[in-house]
């Protein structure tokens, strides 16, 4: 026959043991619901990091058949007013040389080739292409003339604001298709890739339309 002691002892062991049994149980749930969680949203995925260089302006960018060298950046504010909704753009200057040696060819800064990379998983904005000599939206570079200042925009919200923005540059590639698909085999620009980051700080200019 167990003595007093004995049967406290034991009481007491079955305490501990059912306590640690609540805690793991408690620690189970809370790792299955965090698994959960993760797969929820869309599960462990390897983080990346970009793949090519990421520069400071001013800086000079060599892509495909263009060479850039982005200067500065304005975050153009229009005020609302009775009869429009306040908007905001991102402006960038670069200066643009074609030098495609390949076709010699006169052509433009597609919007395409410059994009504003927002950040946070957000999707990449493209420009509305090259403006040079001014506001001449789409002007052609001839090869072999020296860079043309120009310029190109961006559509942000109109409270949009930034200390830093990042505006990526893609480079097109002078190859042909796959001849043995059937395919022409006559090399030409295509197949646009990132080439580089650039990072630039932006001043705030308000466009109140009494101002050119």
Not at 76 to 105: G, H, M, W
Not at 172 to 187: C, M, R, T
């Amino acid at each position: 026959m167990e003595s007093l002691d004995e049967v406290i002892d034991a009481m007491i062991a079955d305490r501990v043991i059912h306590r640690h049994r609540r805690i793991w149980l408690v620690v189970i749930a809370l790792v299955v619901a965090a698994i959960l969680v993760v797969l929820a949203t869309g599960g462990w995925k390897e983080k990346k990091g970009r793949t090519v260089p990421t520069l400071e302006a001013p800086a000079t960018v060599t892509a495909g058949r263009f060479e850039f060298t982005f200067t500065k950046a304005e975050i153009v504010r229009k005020p609302k007013t009775d009869y429009s909704k306040a908007e905001a753009s991102l402006k960038v200057y670069f200066t643009a040389k074609n030098i495609d040696s390949e076709e010699q060819t006169s052509d433009f800064v597609a919007g395409e080739l410059i994009r504003f990379v927002p950040g946070g998983g957000k999707d990449l904005v493209e420009s509305n292409g090259d403006a040079c000599k001014g506001d001449n939206l789409g002007w052609l570079l001839v090869y072999g003339l020296p860079p043309e200042d120009c310029s190109t925009k961006f559509d942000v919200d109109p409270d949009f604001n930034a200390d830093v923005v990042e505006i990526g540059v893609l480079q097109e590639h002078y190859e042909s298709d796959n001849s043995a698909l059937g395919a022409n085999d006559k090399p030409y620009w295509q197949s646009p890739d990132a080439a580089a980051v650039v990072r630039l700080k932006p001043t705030v200019v308000v466009d109140d339309g009494k101002t050119k």
